[in-house]
T-cell receptor
Framework: DQQVKQNSPSLSVQEGRISILNCDYT??????FLWYKKYPAEGPTFLIS?????DKNEDGRFTVFLNKSAKHLSLHIVPSQPGDSAVYFC????????????FGKGTLLTVNP | NAGVTQTPKFRVLKTGQSMTLLCAQD?????MYWYRQDPGMGLRLIHY???????AKGEVPDGYNVSRLKKQNFLLGLESAAPSQTSVYFC????????????FGAGTRLSVL
């Protein structure tokens, strides 16, 4: 039973346009969400996070939106750059066991010059 | 500024052989984790530790053992390797308080023939 779902295995966008990566979750106990970026042959690196008490968090070109009623979050990258091409993982944790993260399967983003 | 260091980076084993993967972190983190990443499966938690001398099972613990004798080190052991354990293994660590941002190593690519 997959509790964190990234239904799009891949996404391709043009440089300068917006990239929108989506993530759905089923566990209503999740209260903290993170996005990680992973380049080939490297470990995942933390990108941005959001607490369930917020509906938006912004960091430079990256913005994460959270819709708790729909159990949905999205990562917006504006403008997209070729260096953003990577696999993006959505992850979630709950306060009761906040030392564990549940990851989605990832979305491969390709930004074309 | 090493962060999380995994050794070795690559390894090829024959079925039935044993090996130990080493993870070392220099951030004084209490929590440490071992994940495996397989194509189309995202990151799956094998074992984790919430402190020196403690370990716990994650999502896919069978066939693996772990030890956390020192706070900075987390070892993952394969007693009798199987082809199904061919994967990329990632170690991560995090603080015990606040946001559970996990910091990852660069990974160990293991092939079991």
């Amino acid at each position: 039973d997959q509790q964190v779902k990234q239904n799009s295995p891949s996404l391709s966008v043009q440089e300068g346009r917006i990239s929108i990566l989506n993530c759905d979750y089923t566990n209503s106990m999740f209260d903290y969400f993170l996005w990680y970026k992973k380049y080939p042959a490297e470990g995942p690196t933390f990108l941005i996070s959001i607490s369930s008490i917020k509906d938006k968090n912004e960091d430079g070109r990256f913005t994460v939106f959270l819709n708790k009623s729909a159990k949905h979050l999205s990562l917006h990258i504006v403008p997209s750059q070729p260096g953003d091409s990577a696999v993006y993982f959505c992850a979630a944790s709950s306060g009761g066991s906040n030392y564990k993260l549940t990851f989605g399967k990832g979305t491969l983003l390709t930004v074309n010059p | 500024n090493a962060g999380v260091t995994q050794t070795p980076k690559f390894r090829v084993l024959k079925t039935g052989q044993s090996m130990t993967l080493l993870c070392a972190q220099d951030m004084n983190h209490e929590y440490m984790y071992w994940y495996r990443q397989d194509p189309g499966m995202g990151l799956r938690l094998i074992h984790y530790s919430v402190g020196e001398g403690t370990t716990a099972k994650g999502e896919v613990p069978d066939g693996y053992n772990v030890s956390r004798l020192k706070k900075q080190n987390f070892l993952l052991g394969l007693e009798s390797a199987a082809p199904s354990q061919t994967s990329v293994y990632f170690c991560a660590s995090s603080y015990s308080r606040g946001q559970n941002i996990q910091y990852f190593g660069a990974g160990t690519r293991l092939s079991v023939l």
